[in-house]
């Protein structure tokens, strides 16, 4: 029997994130985000026997390639990071020293055709990131009315042509030929879309817009940054890496709100709720890294820390 292919995946702002997040050898750390472990072992590298890393993710290919890690520091759960807080305080896991998120969708899940994730293949259109539960894209296709297509497309995807798409792809499913695989979807795309960005395949605001909604990323992103907020320590990191402008969109605004004093406007003689965040910075990669890797061209990388008021 052959081996499963080793799909690589290459860390965007490796050193950065971990010189950011690791504040103290002996603190408990989350990844959020697996993957296929690079920031994971990196996180390990700098922590000395007493801290832990307790990882997560949503694909089962990424956590069945943690089995190679074997340190008794390390431990990942399969689940989404949206669930991090319910998952560690039932572990009896309080506080966590620091949280890592590095969203978006990883090489191997791009480069493995069976995964549906990228109209470079022609390949069923899946793009779950857990291939165990939940609606393909596909499925959403067949069932989803106009409007919930053009408003997918047009809200996640940011694409102007999103009335246009979503019209053919309905009378294509209404003719009996509904959208079923990877290339059927990029070429309708590329028939409904008129324009062209220069260097960007007419797809990608689809494709990206779909694999937004079938993983319902967006709402997962407002959970986990909430759920690190309650787990972190006083002086805890939360660090984030995303790679379009919905989720920094997202990442910027929580650590704006959280980074100031805040009035409830309901009862204005009440005293303000403290700042739970100090805002530190944004970092994106740089020449070099966007060079050996194009995928990280688009990555901004933010980071906040945990005031000492806990309110």
Same mark, same amino acid.
Request: hydrophobic residues 45%; neutral net charge; without cysteine.
């Given at each position: 029997?052959? @081996?499963?292919?080793?799909?690589?995946?290459?860390?965007?702002?490796?050193?950065?994130?971990?010189?950011?997040?690791? %504040?103290?050898?002996?603190?408990?750390?989350?990844?959020? %985000?697996?993957?296929?472990?690079?920031?994971?072992? #990196?996180?390990?590298?700098?922590?000395?026997?007493?801290?832990? &890393?307790?990882? /997560?993710?949503?694909?089962?290919?990424?956590?069945?390639?943690?089995?190679?890690?074997?340190?008794?520091?390390?431990?990942?759960?399969?689940? !989404?990071?949206?669930?991090?807080?319910?998952?560690?305080?039932?572990?009896?896991?309080?506080?966590?020293?620091?949280?890592?998120?590095?969203?978006?969708?990883?090489?191997?899940?791009?480069?493995?055709?069976?995964?549906?994730? !990228?109209?470079?293949?022609?390949?069923?259109?899946?793009?779950?990131?857990?291939?165990?539960?939940?609606?393909?894209? #596909?499925?959403?296709?067949?069932? @989803?009315?106009?409007?919930?297509?053009?408003?997918?497309?047009r809200e996640q995807g940011e694409e102007r042509f999103a009335f246009q798409i979503?019209?053919? &792809?309905?009378?294509?499913?209404?003719?009996?030929?509904?959208?079923?695989? *990877?290339?059927?979807?990029?070429?309708?795309? =590329?028939? #409904?879309?008129? *324009?062209?960005?220069?260097?960007?395949?007419?797809?990608?605001?689809? /494709?990206?817009?779909?694999?937004?909604?079938?993983?319902?990323?967006?709402?997962?992103?407002?959970?986990?940054?909430?759920? =690190? &907020?309650?787990?972190?320590?006083? #002086?805890?990191?939360?660090?984030?890496?995303?790679?379009?402008?919905?989720?920094?969109?997202?990442?910027? *605004? /929580?650590?704006?709100?959280?980074?100031?004093?805040?009035?409830?406007?309901?009862?204005?003689? @009440?005293?303000?709720? =403290?700042?739970?965040?100090? =805002? &530190?910075?944004?970092?994106?990669?740089?020449?070099?890294?966007?060079?050996?890797?194009?995928?990280?061209?688009?990555?901004?990388?933010?980071? @906040?820390?945990?005031?000492?008021?806990? !309110?």
């Open positions: 029997m052959n @081996a499963a292919p080793a799909w690589q995946h290459r860390s965007v702002l490796l050193a950065e994130a971990v010189q950011a997040l690791v %504040t103290r050898d002996d603190g408990i750390y989350v990844d959020g %985000t697996f993957g296929r472990g690079g920031h994971a072992r #990196a996180v390990l590298q700098r922590l000395g026997p007493r801290g832990r &890393l307790l990882a /997560f993710d949503k694909d089962p290919e990424a956590v069945a390639a943690a089995a190679d890690i074997i340190d008794a520091r390390f431990s990942i759960h399969h689940g !989404s990071f949206g669930e991090m807080a319910e998952t560690l305080t039932g572990q009896g896991v309080a506080q966590v020293a620091g949280v890592l998120l590095d969203l978006g969708i990883s090489s191997p899940q791009i480069d493995n055709p069976e995964r549906g994730f !990228s109209f470079r293949f022609d390949a069923p259109l899946d793009m779950r990131m857990d291939t165990t539960r939940g609606e393909t894209a #596909a499925e959403f296709l067949q069932r @989803a009315d106009q409007r919930q297509i053009e408003e997918v497309i979503a019209k053919a &792809l309905v009378a294509r499913r209404e003719s009996g030929a509904a959208v079923r695989s *990877t290339g059927e979807l990029a070429a309708l795309v =590329a028939r #409904a879309v008129k *324009t062209r960005e220069p260097g960007q395949d007419p797809a990608t605001r689809t /494709f990206q817009a779909l694999r937004i909604h079938v993983n319902a990323e967006l709402e997962a992103l407002h959970q986990g940054l909430s759920a =690190a &907020l309650a787990l972190l320590e006083p #002086a805890g990191r939360l660090v984030v890496i995303s790679f379009h402008s919905l989720e920094d969109r997202i990442v910027k *605004t /929580f650590i704006a709100r959280e980074s100031r004093d805040e009035v409830d406007r309901r009862a204005k003689m @009440a005293p303000p709720r =403290a700042m739970r965040l100090h =805002a &530190l910075g944004r970092v994106k990669p740089g020449a070099e890294e966007v060079a050996a890797n194009p995928r990280a061209r688009s990555a901004v990388m933010r980071v @906040a820390e945990r005031t000492a008021v806990v !309110s």
